[in-house]
Nanobody, 114 residues
């Protein structure tokens, strides 16, 4: 079970931090990912982290602006998003695994206005 939070409406250039609380399994046992889906577009996988907590993949669209971290004591993932642009507007999901078999939360909406 995954529950995302922290989405909001923000001005371009601003920052947000998303959280994802995992329950029913330990983050120490699974690779985790963040993905997003903009209106009318497909799912974009933006950041991946292995079970050891190392970030293993970063999409070019977010490189240098978004940071993926976790707190294993809280079994929680974080997505720090800086220098947001309207192109970052999307519903953001955390996921256990990747692809069609991934377990995803319900998502949290991020809207960036100029």
């Amino acid at each position: 079970h995954l529950v995302e939070s922290g989405g909001d409406l923000v001005q371009a250039g601003g920052s947000l931090r998303l959280s994802c609380v995992a329950s029913g399994f330990s983050l120490n046992d699974w690779g985790m990912n963040w993905a997003r889906q903009a209106p009318g577009k497909g799912l974009e996988w933006i950041l991946g982290m292995n079970s050891d907590g190392r970030v293993t993949s970063t999409a070019a669209s977010v490189r240098g602006r978004f940071t993926f971290s976790r707190d294993t004591a809280k079994n929680t993932l974080y997505l720090q998003m800086n220098a947001l642009t309207p192109e970052d507007t999307a519903k953001y999901y955390c996921a256990r695994g990747i692809g069609n078999a991934a377990l995803r939360g319900q998502g949290t909406q991020v809207t960036v206005v100029s």
